[in-house]
C-alpha cells in the first residue's frame, strides 16, 4: 500500500490524493500536522517539503503525476 505524508492546507497534498482516488491507488495517509512523530520521521529522512509518497521504489516528492502514474500497476 501507498503511504502518503501531507499537511492541511496543502494543495499540492490535494492534488496528490485526488489523483489516487481518481486512478484507483490504494494509500493511507499520514498527517504531519497532527503526527508530530511523522514529522520528524521525513525530517530524520532528509524530507524538507510534503507532500512525501512512499511506493514500491524510491520516495516521490511533491504532486508528480508522471511518477505517480507508475503506483497504479
Given at each position: 500500500m501507498v503511504k502518503v505524508y501531507s499537511k492541511n492546507n496543502c494543495m499540492q497534498c490535494k492534488m496528490t490524493k485526488r489523483y489516487l482516488?481518481?486512478?484507483s491507488i490504494p494509500y493511507e495517509e499520514v498527517n504531519v500536522d497532527s503526527d508530530p512523530a511523522a514529522?520528524?520521521?521525513l525530517k530524520d529522512q532528509g524530507f524538507q517539503s510534503v507532500p512525501v509518497i512512499f511506493g514500491k521504489q524510491q520516495a516521490i516528492i511533491g504532486f508528480r503525476p508522471d511518477q505517480l502514474k507508475s503506483l497504479a500497476v
Amino acid at each position: 500500500m501507498v503511504k502518503v505524508y501531507s499537511k492541511n492546507n496543502c494543495m499540492q497534498c490535494k492534488m496528490t490524493k485526488r489523483y489516487l482516488n481518481e486512478h484507483s491507488i490504494p494509500y493511507e495517509e499520514v498527517n504531519v500536522d497532527s503526527d508530530p512523530a511523522a514529522l520528524e520521521f521525513l525530517k530524520d529522512q532528509g524530507f524538507q517539503s510534503v507532500p512525501v509518497i512512499f511506493g514500491k521504489q524510491q520516495a516521490i516528492i511533491g504532486f508528480r503525476p508522471d511518477q505517480l502514474k507508475s503506483l497504479a500497476v
